[in-house]
Nanobody, 118 residues
Framework: QVHLVESGGGLVQPGGSLRLSCATS????????MRWYRQAPGKERELVAAISAGGSVNYAGSMKGRITISRDNAKNTVYLQMNSLKPEDTAVYYC????????????WGQGTQVTVSS
């Protein structure tokens, strides 16, 4: 059974930092590209960062320059380091796994709330 469990969210003051983790099980983590998405209230889910199975990274949107995505294949975990957080970064952050091989295999985590407020 596949599991993606995000953690590390919470309440942080503007300018602060958080490190999100997504612990996975039930699939071959090292073969999957991993992404972080976020969804703010009343808005569509948007891509934040991506890391390929080989470790190539891409960042999207307004968080570019303030975030770092990384993965630890030994721990089957992907991370998102977020710095200089702003109130507009408040959202639910989701972990996503994708593999395209003789079909599309994709899995979502349940999300973790990040609230940036003084």
């Amino acid at each position: 059974q596949v599991h993606l469990v995000e953690s590390g969210g919470g309440l942080v003051q503007p300018g602060g930092s958080l490190r999100l983790s997504c612990a996975t099980s039930g699939f071959t983590f090292s073969s999957y590209a991993m992404r972080w998405y976020r969804q703010a209230p009343g808005k569509e889910r948007e891509l934040v960062a991506a890391i390929s199975a080989g470790g190539s990274v891409n960042y999207a949107g307004s968080m570019k320059g303030r975030i770092t995505i990384s993965r630890d294949n030994a721990k089957n975990t992907v991370y998102l380091q977020m710095n200089s957080l702003k109130p507009e970064d408040t959202a639910v952050y989701y972990c996503y796994a994708l593999r395209v091989a003789s079909g599309i295999y994709e899995y979502w985590g349940q999300g973790t709330q990040v609230t940036v407020s003084s």
